[in-house]
């Protein structure tokens, strides 16, 4: 069964937000979003290894990875990282956001798009044996609600309101403007079963479509 399975992984919602917290995979998103790592000589090497290794061994992130892949992984995302190429995203070349509602957190309104105060992940070494960096007490809007100034939550889905427009109407049966019988076709059978075809067509139906031809040989001289 899957609980037998050494690659499945066991969490809860709880769980997760403190693997989160442990590998601080929000901070580690701020500090590549602003290319952080460039600030002090070595950091795009050191810290950023050890921050990269860190979400790597967070199974409830990434699975259940051996050694060899967690190596391999963590030497290529650096590698990307260190190259600055304007198709990732970072830096001078990322995408603006808001400065409202949910890209700031909801206790300080920090913006959680920026490192800010918070110390550089990967930058503090992690105890002997260990790849995780000592507790660090940050901002974090896990598992946390917006609330009105009522107290009551506020549910944010990210859908869009509808604007009122009118649905686009699909095409009813009396609709023939993206339909037309080619000359072949009224040469072959004429003006009458001409209305048949249409309906025959709508239906895409091209079997019933055929028989409505004459027997005409197939290599037959079209003059």
């Not at 937000?17 to 500090?31: M, N, S, V």
């Not at 950023?48 to 050694?67: C, F, K, M, P, Y």
């Not at 391999?72 to 990732?88: D, F, G, M, P, V």
């Not at 000592?134 to 809007?141: C, N």
């Amino acid at each position: 069964g899957e609980e037998d399975d050494p690659a499945m992984v066991s969490t809860t919602p709880e769980s997760r937000c403190e693997d989160a917290r442990r590998c601080r995979l929000a901070a580690f998103g701020a500090a590549l979003r602003n290319r952080s790592y460039d600030t002090e000589i070595g950091d795009d090497r050191v810290a950023l290894d050890r921050a990269l290794r860190a979400i790597l061994n967070t199974q409830s992130l990434v699975g259940v990875l051996e050694r060899k892949e967690i190596e391999l992984c963590a030497e290529w995302l650096a590698r990307t990282y260190r190259s600055n190429h304007s198709l990732l995203g970072l830096g001078e070349h990322a995408i603006p956001v808001g400065d409202e509602g949910r890209a700031l957190h909801l206790d300080d309104k920090s913006p959680k798009y920026e490192l800010g105060e918070r110390p550089l992940p990967g930058r503090q070494p992690p105890s002997n044996g260990e790849v995780f960096e000592p507790h660090v007490k940050e901002v974090d809007d896990f598992l946390k609600i917006e609330v009105d100034e009522n107290g009551d939550p506020i549910m944010n889905t990210g859908v869009k309101k509808k604007t009122g427009k009118k649905p686009k109407e699909t095409p009813n049966s009396e609709d023939n403007s993206d339909f037309h019988v080619t000359a072949s076709d009224e040469a072959l059978v004429g003006e009458e079963p001409k209305q048949q075809i249409r309906k025959k067509r709508r239906r895409s139906d091209f079997e019933e479509y055929y028989e409505l031809l004459p027997d005409v040989p197939f290599n037959a001289d079209p003059d």
